[in-house]
């Protein structure tokens, strides 16, 4: 007993005594708003301006029992950096003495935590014991009347045993409380839930429908029981159906998901916000959560983890604990290992390897890796088979016909960025399904187009960079009516492009560049670009001793003469097509007599017109183009389009060859950004199609005339959305 005593004191007193300075409130004109500053292709690292602070995303909002508090709001502000947290105002409304303080004093003095307070309306007490006892609008006018930062609208909540007709009418009941529920928010930040059971096509109408209304946050609710029967392949069609079909400018909550083991997974797919009393929960049952799973107090010698809660202490000390102490501990512990893994899902975002780090944790529990496989190899499958059966008994209790969901893994792919820095780590078979490969082969099999007539010759057998290997080779089969590509781990690319990520730096064992060819793929591969019926010589350069001799037995020729020009030449002209978007005819015009500056490497590192004017610059880490001003205004004279009045995006296919996306400013913002400052969200009037995160685009006014050169933060759903934020980073401007 005096253990535990002396451990409650010294943790008490240590938080007590490192006090954090309170937030302040977001500008008057920011209030609501959310805005996107990092991003790896749909999860996105963002700020949440509200009254009491902005909000990092994405993040946890411990769950706050106003009864019974196991860890105090206010250590978790000051010890823990917590900037939100959450709290049931059913609850508070119900109990006088809570109601009492909470309407003279505030829900922050009644918490007596300084940061952001969102509440919930009932919607889960009602799942959980019967109906609720307070009114639509009467609890959001509760909320709005104790001081709530974000308040909760009471939606109707949706289990996994309910029928398709149960759910529909449930779904549009919520949409009906909407409006109500909106209007006596007033200025109060208000949750819009989404509801739709195990059923994706509700999901979808709820989230189109909901976001029709002045909602600060969408919460994905009624995914509790999904989560405790481990149903993670529901979980991750409800998130698809839902995310790809709510306006972008809004953050998505998880409502009741707190277990980290399913943070990568749900933040790879556009999750912002996550809650649960889990961290309490398991605590009190002895249990410890982990990035891979759930561990018993109970069967530990040794820590899994060691977090600062127990650094001192061994799970035999834990398990001497009174019930009470030990609750108190494993909740710190809990809540620590949680907080963890939503810091290394953030790092991950900025890295750019949030797929990579869903991929590690899919392995860990067979439900998650079903979950994963499912959303990345599957895309095309709607509805699992127990669902189907729920679905038939649906329509034959209402007797009618009801479409059926499409899933939208384009909508995943739409966001990605590519090229990238850095290598491309091997994993397996997971590999392939890495949406910014799946983004960098649409953009290289839709915009590159075969240039000769001849066979095609297939290097295979070694990993970059080629040019040292087999470059003299390829100037002379330049020479050739031959169409050259090399054989990567992750497909074939032309060898025009030998240097461009990601083929050109995948980090994996030595076997994966000397397997031999696959001509199956192969030739999937080269149907792809265009290219039927042609003969395949594949060429091994493992080996390079005596190798042009091979070569050109092979091709049973006489070696021709060295063509270094347009080795060159077609090295630029193909990434003008591939990242630049354009037609090889324009390409080819816009480098006519053109010179280049070479590397000690000989690699090319500017680009000069027969002019002498100095237009693209090879970027050498992932073997992208920079584009000079002068260079943008060439590539803005060959625009054979009409000037941007919209931001539908369209079919991905039907904008190849089309240049580098425009985006239109409106008259305010054009001086700052002709000087070099960013476009900021709120002043663009139309985009093409076409724009995608992280890529080139031309910056341009109401009459399209030229503004500046920049790389766009958006798509173009997202450009017509949000109103706070970089839109595009201008990387020069054009006076």
Aim: net charge negative.
């Amino acid at each position: 007993m005096g253990k535990s005593i002396s451990y409650r004191l010294v943790t008490s007193m240590k938080w007590q005594n490192d006090t954090r300075e309170d937030p302040k409130p977001c500008r008057e004109n920011d209030h609501g708003k959310f805005e996107i500053t990092r991003r790896d292709g749909q999860a996105r690292l963002g700020k949440l301006h509200t009254n009491h602070g902005i909000v990092e995303t994405p993040c946890l909002l411990p769950v706050i029992n106003p009864n019974i508090r196991t860890i105090e709001p206010r250590e978790m502000w000051d010890k823990y950096g917590i900037q939100a947290l959450i709290t049931n105002s059913y609850v508070i409304w119900k109990h006088e003495k809570l109601k009492s303080v909470a309407t003279s004093e505030g829900v922050h003095s009644l918490l007596d935590y300084p940061g952001m307070i969102m509440t919930d309306s009932g919607t889960f007490q009602s799942y959980v014991y019967g109906d609720v006892e307070v009114g639509v609008e009467e609890i959001v006018e509760f909320q709005k009347e104790i001081g709530v930062d974000v308040a909760t609208m009471l939606d109707v909540f949706t289990r996994p045993d309910m029928t398709y007709h149960q759910v529909e009418k449930a779904v549009l009941e919520t949409i009906e409380r909407s409006g109500p529920s909106v209007t006596k928010s007033e200025n109060m930040m208000l949750n819009g839930p989404i509801q739709g059971g195990v059923f994706p096509e509700l999901r979808a109408m709820s989230a189109k429908m909901m976001s029709d209304f002045d909602f600060s946050i969408h919460p994905i609710g009624g995914i509790v029981p999904i989560m405790e029967q481990q149903k993670y392949t529901n979980l991750a069609k409800i998130m698809l159906a839902t995310k790809s079909n709510l306006a972008p400018n809004r953050p998505v909550h998880m409502f009741g998901c707190g277990h980290p083991m399913l943070f990568p997974m749900l933040i790879a797919m556009g999750a912002d916000l996550f809650d649960s009393a889990a961290y309490v929960l398991f605590a009190r049952d002895g249990r410890l959560l982990t990035p891979w799973g759930t561990e018993r107090i109970s069967e530990l010698e040794e820590w899994p983890i060691i977090m600062p809660a127990i650094a001192n202490l061994t799970p035999a000390d834990v398990r001497k604990m009174n019930k009470e102490d030990r609750t108190i501990l494993l909740s710190r512990f809990n809540l620590e290992v949680t907080l963890q893994e939503l810091s290394r899902c953030r790092q991950a975002v900025r890295d750019g390897t949030i797929w990579r780090l869903a991929e590690r944790r899919s392995h860990q529990h067979p439900a998650l890796r079903e979950a994963f496989l499912w959303l990345t190899t599957n895309p095309s499958k709607a509805i699992l088979e127990p669902l189907i059966l729920d679905e038939i008994s649906a329509s034959k209790e209402t007797g009618e016909e009801k479409g059926r969901w499409e899933e939208n893994w384009d909508w995943i792919v739409s966001a990605q960025q590519t090229p990238r820095n850095g290598g491309e780590s091997w994993g397996g078979n997971d590999t392939f399904n890495r949406p910014h490969l799946e983004m960098a082969k649409r953009n290289l099999h839709s915009r590159w187009k075969p240039q000769n007539n001849g066979d095609v010759i297939i290097f295979h057998g070694a990993s970059a960079p080629w040019r040292e290997k087999i470059g003299d080779l390829v100037e002379r089969i330049y020479s050739l009516d031959y169409e050259l590509f090399i054989q990567t781990p992750i497909g074939i690319i032309p060898y025009g492009l030998e240097d461009l990520n990601p083929w050109a730096h995948i980090e994996g064992p030595d076997w994966l560049w000397k397997s031999k060819p696959d001509f199956i793929k192969i030739q999937h591969d080269l149907e792809q670009f265009g290219i039927t019926g042609r003969r395949i010589i594949p060429i091994d350069i493992s080996d390079t001793e005596e190798l042009h001799k091979r070569v050109f037995e092979i091709l049973e020729i006489e070696p021709p003469e060295r063509d270094t020009e347009r080795r060159k030449l077609r090295q630029i002209v193909d990434k003008l097509c591939v990242l630049y978007n354009l037609e090889y005819m324009d390409a080819n015009k816009l480098c006519e007599g053109a010179s280049f500056v070479m590397s000690t490497t000989n690699r090319i590192r500017n680009v000069i017109d027969s002019e002498g004017i100095h237009l693209f610059s090879p970027r050498l880490a992932e073997g992208g183009l920079s584009l000079t001003v002068d260079g943008a205004r060439k590539l803005h004279s060959l625009r054979k389009e009409g000037i941007p009045d919209r931001f539908d995006a369209g079919d991905f296919d039907s904008h190849t060859g089309k240049g580098l996306a425009w985006v239109v400013v409106d008259d305010d913002a054009e001086p700052y950004v002709k000087q070099g400052r960013n476009v900021m969200h709120g002043f663009i009037l139309a985009c093409d199609g076409w724009a995608r995160p992280d890529e080139t685009v031309l910056v341009v006014n109401k009459a399209g005339e030229l503004l500046a050169i920049g790389r766009s933060q958006s798509t173009p759903s997202e450009f017509a959305t949000f109103s706070k934020g970089i839109a595009v980073k201008v990387r020069e401007g054009c006076p």
